[in-house]
């Protein structure tokens, strides 16, 4: 298992962004949450297998349409299982 904080920049509020993560998440298995932060970034947390995360960066980095990703900022941190599905946090 492995569990990743991302930071991510650009274009991601007002596009989608939080629903197209939702629903990566979901069909990778990853469990967490994300949310948008006052600075205009957008916050993840998730964790699953590293095979499916590594999968979930990349889709991340594309984005939805009308997105535009400029940087993620990866923070590894241990994973604890504490979460039991993906959510988005408003």
């Not at 492995?2 to 650009?10: A, E, F, P, Q």
Request: aromatic share 12%; proline share 3%.
């Amino acid at each position: 298992m492995r569990r990743v904080h991302l930071y991510i920049s650009g274009i991601v509020q007002g596009v989608f962004f939080r629903d197209f993560t939702r629903r990566q998440a979901k069909a990778l298995g990853i469990k967490g949450w994300v949310r948008n932060l006052s600075d205009g970034r957008v916050e993840v947390v998730g964790e699953g297998e590293e095979e499916k995360i590594k999968e979930f960066l990349q889709r991340l980095h594309k984005g939805p349409p009308g997105a535009k990703v400029t940087d993620i900022e990866i923070i590894y941190e241990e994973p604890n299982g504490e979460f039991f599905d993906f959510n988005i946090i408003y």
